[in-house]
């Protein structure tokens, strides 16, 4: 430990490349920026750092996180005779640097440094005094600085606050602020701005064509529709407004004189890993029904537990989502499905999911009677998600790949169910519900295919991988086969490594077949119609029929695919038809 000095503050850093992983919305970062808390000051380079080989004391690899320590110059507290060191990391003393973007996302404490070092971060920095360091993209640092400037308070609020505590990269940037709709008019008159929602109090101001909206500092009146205040008022304090928010980790506020703003415990739910409505959460959801399946979205999203009060105020209340407008529904749906949390909330909040897609209520709990399950349709689709890459189009076809199962189901003389014909139901049942979501026609329609096809057989035979080739193409053909796999892991009754081997056998033979160029389209045939005809196939339908009967015979490898040959054959069987 004497080789560097006890980290009184260490701060962790999300590095992503410049070339390929920054968001456009960053934009230019600035060269620096200090960040104040009470007394205590901390000046950060932004130029960002990756240590190409051992630099300093202060910086080192530990858990494969990039750690910076940094104390300040106003002794806080005592370690082992160790209280003052420099404020700032001087950064241009060295050169083994490659430049990249860093987002500061927290102050963590490291636990493997703290017990080396005998430091005791909870007794040496105290609440009051810790400091959360926040990179923004320029366009909201202009924003920040412009309101500043003209005497008004700004900051950056909501998801962005959330994500950046939680070290992500957040995709949108709201502001909040003093300013009055015409007063923000008159600040940033000099900008292209769009009047969003003057009546709500929010503009968007476009900075380097990225938009970012601000909005005045407000409370709500009543919400009659469920959705949109009847009114707002506007205020001069942004602890009022951060109170109308939906939930604690969403009410919390940043700027760079101020620091963090967090009225309602936000960054402590955010650490406990807990969902929780800002005051009454019965008053919140009649407010907006959607904030109960948001609530059920960020719990999935992060793997975070939904608040005892707010849970039930969900339940109590699932029947508000039926006023809430369905292409709402679908966005806040596909991320829910997309999170990682998402089989654990659909177990425990089924009752919910049932008011939006009321086809899906006849799977809970349906004992499928076969010894190829060990569990009910809905715990078997519970099960097999988890196991499927998590985009919208797989998650949905996973969803909705056994809804058809229960209006399917027969009892054979030996107790054995059967569910004959469950997949043309199932895509049936997809092709509603999706319809009723409004999704658009390229996800239906793959969804759908996918859900009809999920009983196919698929092995590494070539001849049948040209068929399932033909039938769906090879985007389809491997989503079915991620589904498939999805599906064997669900039913509880097969090894995961003796799925996993197969899965990958059967990849492996449909990449060594697509390697070869296959043929499996009429594209991809030797002749074409035109061809036919100039070898005295009659024009109309027998073309057609020479064309299907061609390609069927290369796929089965009882010709090749090779001009003269399918000529022959074509005049051989079709040459004497009208």
Known sequence: ???????????????????????????????????????????????????????????????????????????????????????????????????????????????????????????????????????IPAGADFILRRLTENGFDAYVVGGCVRDSLLGLFPHDWDICTSARPEQMQAVFADCRVIETGLKHGTLTVLHDRIPYEVTTFRVDGGYTDHRHPDSVSFVSNVVDDLARRDFTVNAMAWNPQTGLV??????????????????????????????????????????????????????????????????????????????????????????????????????????QHNPHHRYDVWEHTLRALPHIPPTETLRLAILLHDSGKPDCFTLDEAGIGHMHGHAERSAEIADEVLSS???????????????????????????????????LGEEALRELLLLQRADQLGKGTISPEEIKAEYRTVVAALDALMATSPCFTLK???????????????????????????????????????RDALLDAAIRQFGGMS
Request: hydrophobic fraction near 40%; glycine fraction near 4%.
């Open 524 to 562: 991809s045939l030797a002749v074409s119609g035109r061809d036919l005809m100039a070898a005295g196939l009659p024009k109309g339908h027998i073309v057609g029929q020479a064309l299907a009967y061609l390609l069927d015979e290369v796929m089965a490898e009882r010709l090749p695919n090779a």
């Open 262 to 367: 967090d009225a309602f415990h936000g960054q402590e739910d955010l650490r406990a890993g807990i969902i929780r409505a800002v005051g009454d959460p019965k008053t919140r959801f009649t407010e907006d029904a959607l904030r109960i399946l948001r609530a059920l979205r960020f719990a999935s999203v992060y793997g975070f537990r939904i608040d005892d009060a707010t849970s039930q105020a969900a339940h109590d209340l699932r029947h508000t989502l039926t006023d809430v407008a369905a292409e709402r529904i679908r966005v806040e749906l596909a991320k829910l499905l997309c999170g990682q949390g998402a089989a654990d909330i659909l177990r425990a909040y089924p009752d919910v999911l049932f008011v939006l897609l009321p086809q899906l209520r006849a799977m809970h709990g349906f004992d």
């Open 1 to 135: 430990c004497q080789c560097r000095p006890p980290p009184l503050l260490c701060l962790r850093l999300v590095m992503q490349a410049q070339s390929n992983a920054v968001p456009s919305q960053f934009g230019r970062l600035r060269r620096e920026s200090v960040i104040m808390s009470e007394d205590v000051s901390v000046r950060w380079w932004n130029t960002g750092l990756c240590l190409e080989e051992e630099a300093h004391a202060a910086a080192h690899q530990c858990d494969q996180l990039l750690t910076v320590c940094y104390c300040t110059t106003k002794p806080i507290g005592k370690s082992r005779g160790c209280t003052n060191f420099p404020a700032s990391f001087p950064l241009p003393r060295y050169r083994n640097f490659r430049p990249i973007f860093v987002h500061i996302a927290s102050i963590i404490k490291h636990k493997s440094l703290a017990s080396r070092c005998f430091f005791d971060y909870n007794r040496v920095v105290p609440k009051r005094r810790r400091i959360f360091l926040l990179t």
């Open 437 to 471: 979501l409004r999704v658009d026609n390229a996800t239906r329609e793959r969804v759908t295919l996918l859900v009809r096809s999920h009983s196919l057989s698929v092995s590494p035979d070539p001849k049948l991988l040209r068929r399932r080739l033909n039938q």
